[in-house]
């Protein structure tokens, strides 16, 4: 079992920058593929970034790449998504999920445990 904790949203201005974290419970995180998601209202979730258990391979969507770096820390057990030049449109609750794995997943239902979210919104 998994839990998971995000925090670091809010409200910031357009080209502004936020970092969520997103901490997790348990001995096996390094074991896990790591994933920041999205979701507008009224919109699907969609994933934003996606990381391999040892980092060294991450995955972005063209709407985020170049603004957004996910990265994580094995020690701490602790995920992070740096988001820059935010705009309007990355409003949205964010939230970080785990699945066990090796390689890069960007298929919501294929993660298996989930944070609760974290609001993030720029405005105009």
């Known amino acids: 079992q998994v839990q998971l904790v995000e925090s670091g949203g809010g409200l910031v201005q357009a080209g502004g920058s936020l970092r969520l974290s997103c901490v997790a419970s348990?001995?096996?995180?390094?074991?896990?593929?790591m994933g920041w998601f999205r979701q507008a209202p009224g919109k699907e979730r969609e994933i934003v970034a996606d990381?391999?258990?040892?980092?060294?391979?991450?995955y972005y969507p063209d709407s985020v790449k170049g603004r957004f770096t996910i990265s994580r820390d094995n020690a701490k057990n602790t995920v992070y998504l740096q988001m820059s030049s935010l705009k309007p449109e990355d409003t949205a609750v964010y939230f970080c999920?785990?699945?066990?794995?090796?390689?890069?997943?960007?298929?919501?239902?294929?993660?298996?445990?989930w944070g609760q979210g974290t609001q993030v919104t720029v405005s105009s």
């Open positions: 348990g001995r096996t995180f390094s074991s896990y593929i």
């Open positions: 999920a785990a699945q066990w794995g090796s390689y890069v997943i960007v298929d919501t239902t294929a993660y298996k445990y």
């Open positions: 990381i391999i258990p040892n980092g060294s391979s991450t």
